[in-house]
């Protein structure tokens, strides 16, 4: 190994420890940390970060990628510096007092918007919302002055992702599921709720929680089950990847589905090559990659028939008095019912699309120009009539509702439903050679979990993304698999 990779090694090695120490902290804020603690931990972050930017961004780093590059000679050498590369170029392109700017403008907004969702008050949190617009905008010229600069982002959450993609991505979205949902809601045919709605012990839905680990293989020695207000993820390193779950009494299966949900994203991260350890190229490629995962876990195996029959009998034994009067078949309706909302994150399989769809075109227009900060609660109500149906009844349950804006993400959220719709494409891929409903009858997920090992996860970002989405999907990305999947479910669950 040439002197130049053998200071790269250290290099990422020092980041590693850095993002490990920052990841610890943000689950510890996350989990249990109590109230009054955030002014200590604020200037702890403070001080790693900046430790963290000045060991990537300098005139040595700088030196030593143009070295590294030069005298890399496996293609894993070659894919770190690639990687480190553009962590480098993402900050050093922008200016240094512009880059500390928006860093300070986006801590203030989040306690804003969090204000303004409170109060239901939009005014409060738009002239953040203009200033995070613009200077996205100008940050965009800086990476491609010649680019859309909405593209521009959109390729940087999604490497190769452009509009004209994704325009024909949510215009086929649009057209099979806005119909279908119409159909759905004319027919007026009823799946059965009414059992959702009742107490369900904690102690139960904990089982439930365990059963989930134990049947996706997370083994308690590498993955950890904790509590938050919203489940995520975190990963520490590939040896130890933390989920979490909020319990509610009166819904057992919102736990069971973030379980679910949050164990696919847990399952990439576990399964990355452990020659990558430490280095730029382990973890998750892209949002949407991982997005494909989880919610290929949550609502491909989860919701699935075969799987909903085979855990039924485990749920009954949970909770044998809430299930009593209640068919494996009943369950599988009730947990795929669809219906049209105002929030993305209570959102079902069939509308989550939607929800997306309408924030894709409003940052988009935001990015361009053509909509002005001012009118968007105006346009986003406007939008969840005409796609979802839904009247809007004020912003905090409308453009307020997600966090994405106030954080200086636009372009982020098209990951979602590309998400859905490359786990769709992966699954009848799958399909042509295994019997996968057999399987998840059975409650055997290891020959899907060694099929999703060998395409995806074992590559880290040792593989460009796009790759990667093909070696997923098992050919290039048509989301008419995602659109057929939904149509062929939908019209059985509905009998329409
Ligand atoms: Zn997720």
């Not at 590369?85 to 512009?98: F, G, L, N, S, T």
Request: hydrophobic share 40%.
């Amino acid at each position: 190994m040439k002197p130049s990779i053998i200071r790269l090694r250290a290099l990422e090695k020092q980041l590693f420890a850095y993002r490990y120490a920052l990841n610890t902290v943000d689950f510890d804020a996350e989990t249990v940390a109590p109230e009054g603690s955030a002014d200590g931990r604020a200037e702890a972050c403070e001080v790693l970060s900046r430790a963290s930017f000045e060991l990537l961004v300098n005139a040595d780093t700088a030196a030593l990628l143009q070295q590294a590059a030069a005298e890399a000679e496996t293609e894993q050498e070659q894919a770190e510096v690639r990687q480190l590369q553009r962590q480098y170029d993402e900050i050093a392109k922008i200016p240094a007092e512009e880059y500390a700017a928006f860093t300070k403008l986006c801590n203030q907004s989040i306690p804003v918007w969090v204000k303004a969702k409170r109060t239901n008050d939009f005014s409060l949190f738009a002239p953040y919302l203009e200033k995070i617009v613009a200077a996205r905008r100008a940050q965009a010229h800086y990476f491609a002055p010649d680019r859309d600069p909405y593209e521009v982002w959109l390729d940087r959450y999604e490497k190769g992702l452009t509009i004209a993609q994704c325009d024909a991505f949510f215009a086929t979205l649009r057209e099979t599921i806005v119909p279908l949902l119409a159909d759905i809601q004319a027919r007026g045919k009823a799946v059965r709720t009414d059992f959702l709605d009742q107490v369900w012990p904690l102690d139960g839905q904990r089982a439930v929680s365990q059963k989930i680990m134990e049947l996706w293989g997370l083994d308690p020695a590498h993955c950890y089950l904790a509590e938050s207000e919203h489940p995520f993820t975190t990963e520490f390193w590939r040896g130890d990847v933390r989920i979490t779950t909020h319990y509610m009494e009166r819904d057992m299966f919102s736990n069971l589905y973030s379980v679910a949900h949050e164990g696919g994203h847990a399952l990439y991260e576990l399964n990355i090559d452990p020659a990558y350890d430490y280095t730029a190229v382990t973890g998750g490629a892209t949002m949407g990659l991982h997005e494909s995962q989880s919610r290929l876990f949550e609502n491909l195996v989860g919701r699935s028939r075969a799987f909903v029959s085979f855990l039924y009998p485990t749920l009954r034994e949970i909770f044998p008095d809430q299930l009593a009067d209640v068919t494996a078949e009943e369950v599988w309706r009730a947990v795929n019912r669809a219906e049209p909302g105002l929030i993305r994150t209570e959102a079902d399989e069939l509308t989550y699309a939607l929800h997306i769809m309408v924030r894709y075109e409003l940052e988009k227009a935001l990015m361009q120009g053509t909509l002005a900060v001012a009118d968007l609660p105006a346009a986003w109500n406007a939008k969840y009539k005409e796609y979802l149906g839904v009247d809007v009844p004020d912003d905090a349950h409308g453009c307020l509702q997600d966090i994405h804006w106030a954080m200086g993400d636009l372009g982020y959220f098209p990951s979602y439903a590309l998400g859905s719709a490359y786990g769709a494409q992966a699954v009848d891929d799958l399909r042509k050679t295994m019997d996968l409903d057999a399987q998840w009858a059975a409650g055997d997920l290891e020959p899907l979990k060694a099929a999703l090992k060998a395409r995806v996860w074992q590559w880290g970002c040792m593989k460009e993304p796009q790759w990667l989405v093909e070696s997923l999907c098992g050919g290039k990305f048509d989301p008419h698999h995602f659109t057929e999947y939904l149509k062929k479910k939908y019209t059985e669950l509905y009998e329409l």
